[in-house]
Structure formats: C-alpha cells, structure tokens
C-alpha cells in the first residue's frame, strides 16, 4: 500500500509534458503545475498566435503568464525524490517510425494513444486523461492514432472543415461556405457521411454478392478444369488404344506377309531343287553314256562295233528343260512394290484423314469470353490451309496446285456427288474451330462461301440461296452478301483478295477485303449447328479465264 501510496505522489508531481518530476514547477492561472522550461518552451511555440494556452485544460490566456517558480512544490519534489527514482516507461511505449507520437510530449515521444478532432492533436495516454475526467472536452470527437489530421484543416481559412458542399463535392470550412461556395448545398459533413455510409454499405452488399458469384463461377471453373483433364485422359487412353491395335493389326499383317513370302520361298525353292536334282541325274548319265560311246568308237573288230552299237548307240530321252529361261527375274520385286503401294495408300488416307482428327482435336472449347482478332498478325495466328474436294467439284471446273486452285474448262463428267448445276466445288477440310483462309481470285467474279456439307444433296441451290450456306459474291466492282436467298449489298475497297475468319462456337463469319490493309466488308453472328466447308463458285461463262486459289499464307 505504501509502495501504491509512493507512485501516485510520483504522478501528482509529474509534469504533464515531459512526464519526469518537476523541475523549477510553476504553476499556470489555470492551476495546473509545469515544468519551468517546459511550460516556457510551450508558450514560446504559442507566441506567434499572440494567444497561450494550457497543454491540459487548453484555457487561452491573454497577456503571456508571467512565470514564477512555486517553492512549496520545489520542497514537495525534493523530499519525494529521496524516496527512489521513477521508472521510466517501456521503450515499446514510444513512438518509433510509423507510430503516431504525442503532440504534447517534449523529448523523446511517448505513442499516441487517441487523436482528437476538434483539437486537432494526438495524446499519449498521460495527456489524454484530461478528455476523460474534463467536462470541457466531453463533446470533442476521439479518433484511432492519425497522422493525417492536417487534413481536416482548411488550408485557406485555417478552420475545421465541419461542411461538405455537395455542389463541388469537397470538404469546406463554416467560412468556405459563406465566401467561395455562398449558395452552394452543403451539409454537415457527418450528415454525408450518413448517406455516403448509407452507399457504402450499399457497395459492400453488392461487393458481397459479386464474390458469391464469382466463387461459385470458379468452382464451376474448376469443375470445368477436372472435366477437361477428364476428358483428355480419356481421349489420349482412347487414341492410344486405338493406334495400339492399328500398330498390332501392321505388325500381324507384317508377320502373315513374312510367312507367306517364306513359305512361298521354300515351295520355289523346293521346286527348283528337284528340277536341279533331276538334271544333275541326266548329266551323269549322259556322261557314262558318253564314255560308254567313246570307248565304242575305238574298238577295232568291225563286227564287234556293229553288235555292240545297235545297243549302246540309244541315248535316254533328254530332260525337258524349255521352261528355264535366262531372262531377268523379278521374284518378290513386285512383293516390294505391292507393299509399298499399300504403304503410300495408308499413309495417303492418314494424311486425308489426319486433318479431320486435328481439327476435332483444336475444336475442343471451353465456352469462356475471347478475344476476337483486329489487326492482320492477329488473324494469321489462326490462318489455315483449305485444299478443295474433287469428288464435289462440278464437271465444269478443273482443280489444280494440289487442290488448292479451281479454274473453269469443259467437259462433261455425271460422276456422282458432283454439284451439276452450279459450278462450285466444297473444302475437304470440316471448320469447327477459329480458322482463317484467304481467297485470290482473277476474272468475272466469285462466290466465297462457306456452307454443311449437305449442301451437295441440295443441288440446284447455289451457295447462299439457302439456309445451310454464307456466301460473299466477288465482282470487278462490286460485293453482295447472300444467305438463305437474301442479298445484300455491300460497299467496301476491292480487292483481288478476300479473307475469311471463322469462329465457329463464337457463331462469328466475316469477310475481309485484304490489300496493304486489312477492311472489315461483312459479319455475320448466328448459331452454326454443324461443321462447316469452305466452298468456291465461278460466276462465269465458258473461257472466261476466272479462276480463284486459297492463299498458303507464310
């Protein structure tokens, strides 16, 4: 108790700026006791002001105190100081780089514990008791530490700023709102912040809702992500299965042609034996029998060559050997050739084949926003090779470059699957996915098109005279749009060429007049519920020359 007794004698001795024991203590007319050199530092800040203050109570005084020293508290000091030093506070207790500091404290800075906004300065919690035990502060506002408290100075006027002018939307002082914004409306700026907290709280709620959304947009982008990962999982286990039994069905085939090529080879070969076999017989009899005649031809007893010649002189038939012929032998050359006729064959409808599978493979999309292209390189980010499909191509028109080029000649041809009375001919390739082709064309005029492939059963409709096809109309002066048997013109630069961008699952379709620039002639946005062709029709007569060549584009 003593030792509580001690400290609270210790704090009613304490200055109430620096915090330590009175030294030289006088007291203010206010009655509150300062430090001698404390006090007087204070009221030299305030001298400029013209007008001096407490640090505590903030009582204005006017002249400057006169300052004399109090001796009675000088005594109390002195005997209390043999009583023991004071503990000094904790160094996490003063400010450091970052901290709010007291605007009251001299030397080293104690943190502010409060800020007050009418007095516009931050108190430790020493100098902050008087807002609590004083009646004379119960209607000042108290903020959190703030370092920023300048800004609710009128820089004009060095007034509060108490008024918001919803006029100019800004902060103002009681003077601002009777000079510089006279007429203005403005309200309290507590009142604005009502409503202004009223659209905040409007905010959050709307701030909330959108999170909501947007978490279970990526759960559901998740769910996306484990699908396609699925997905492809799936595909690649499949197409490897697939290419699996393809290489077991080559490697069976291989190993069934090696052993009809052996087993054809022994059977040849056997053959071949027994005829070599059955000559080497004939030769050695042929030779004894040669022997046997030559030795007859040197007998000398005439009668004895006479009996003995009738009977030795009949040679055994000769083997028939008309069927050996020494010409050049091909054997298993046309084997070879065979195999590789298959080979190229295979390799041919992979290739045919392969684009389709690539295709289906680049048309797989997630249905996210994208970015359509604007500028040329951008474009040819999707460009495309289109090859033309003989099969479709009309009897009139004759294919060219490796089915990339179609012209017009004159023949008749009633293969099936042909277009008969159009003269346009469909791409080989199915268009699902972002692609991008170009067109140059000489002559009357063209029809760049993209169409279903059912369109071939439709036969007598041209392309954009129906529902199934989109087709731009090219002519030395002239553009025309045509799609489900509606044309519309079009103005736009000619060209000889035309460029064409498809987005399928987007629904996009637009042509392109290309030059030195790239100009936007028409777009359309539909649903395309199947794959798409690229098609080409000749608006001409016999030798006219026109002719139109998808573009490889480097």
């Known amino acids: 108790m003593a030792q509580q007794g001690n400290q609270s004698e210790w704090e009613k001795l304490c200055c109430s700026v620096c915090l330590d024991l009175l030294t030289d203590p006088v007291t203010v007319p206010c009655g509150h006791n300062y430090c001698m050199s404390c006090i007087k530092s204070h009221f030299d800040e305030e001298d400029k002001k013209k007008v001096h203050s407490c640090p505590l109570c903030r009582k204005t005084f006017v002249p400057r105190p006169v300052l004399e020293k109090n001796t009675v508290l000088a005594e109390l000091v002195e005997e209390l100081k043999k009583t023991g030093p004071q503990a000094a506070p904790a160094d996490h207790c003063y400010a450091g780089p970052g901290d709010v500091a007291c ?162 080879q022994i059977s040849e070969v056997s053959r071949v034996k027994e005829l070599e076999k059955k000559l080497e017989q004939e030769i050695d009899e042929l030779r004894r029998t040669d022997a046997e005649l030559r030795q007859l031809s040197r007998r000398e007893d005439h009668t004895e060559f006479l009996l003995s010649y009738s009977f030795k002189s009949k040679v055994s038939k000769s083997t028939d050997s008309s069927g050996i012929n020494m010409r050049p032998l091909k054997y298993f050359e046309d084997v070879k050739a065979a195999a590789s006729e298959t080979r190229d064959h295979l390799q041919a409808i992979l290739g045919e084949r392969w684009n389709n599978v690539s295709l289906t493979v680049r048309s797989v999309d997630v249905l996210l926003p994208k970015a359509q292209p604007k500028t040329r390189d951008e474009f040819l980010k999707y460009s495309y090779q289109v090859t033309l499909d003989p099969p479709t191509a009309h009897s009139d028109l004759m294919l060219c470059d490796g089915n990339k080029e179609v012209v017009e000649r004159f023949t008749i041809n009633d293969k099936p699957n042909r277009f008969i009375d159009r003269k346009q001919v469909l791409s080989r390739e199915r268009l699902t996915q972002r692609c991008y082709w170009e067109v140059e064309w000489s002559g009357k005029g063209v029809a760049v098109a993209v169409a279903y492939k059912k369109i071939s059963e439709m036969d007598k409709s041209g392309f954009g005279n129906n529902s199934e096809s989109w087709a731009l109309d090219c002519f030395k002066k002239s553009y025309k749009f045509r799609h489900n048997n509606v044309t519309t013109p079009i103005a736009g630069p000619q060209s000889s060429r035309v460029g064409v961008y498809l987005d399928h699952g987007a629904g996009i379709l637009s042509f392109y007049s290309v030059s030195d620039t790239m100009t936007l002639l028409h777009r359309v946005q539909t649903t395309f519920t199947q794959p798409l062709y690229a098609g080409i029709c000749i608006w001409t007569n016999f030798w006219d020359d026109t002719t139109a060549r998808f573009i490889k584009i480097e």
């Open 103 to 264: 605007d009251v404290c001299t030397g080293r800075k104690l943190k502010a514990l409060k800020s007050c906004l009418v007095c516009l300065v931050s108190y430790c919690d020493q100098h902050l008791q008087p807002h609590y035990k004083s009646p004379a502060f119960e209607n000042h506002k108290l903020i959190n530490p703030s370092m920023k408290l300048k800004q609710h100075i009128c820089p004009q006027h060095n007034e509060v700023m108490k008024i918001f002018c919803r006029t100019d939307q800004k902060c103002i002082c009681f003077l601002c709102s009777m000079n510089e914004h006279k007429g203005h409306t403005t309200v309290s700026a507590e009142a604005e912040r009502t409503e202004k907290q009223k659209e905040l709280g409007a905010s959050l709620q709307n701030i909330q809702q959108r999170i909501q959304i947007r978490e279970k947009d990526v759960k559901v982008l998740q769910l996306e992500v484990e699908a396609i990962n699925g997905s492809a999982d799936k595909a690649v286990e499949h197409s490897e299965k697939i290419f699996t039994e393809l290489i077991c069905l080559i490697k069976e085939k291989s190993s069934e042609l090696k052993q009809q090529i052996r087993s054809h």
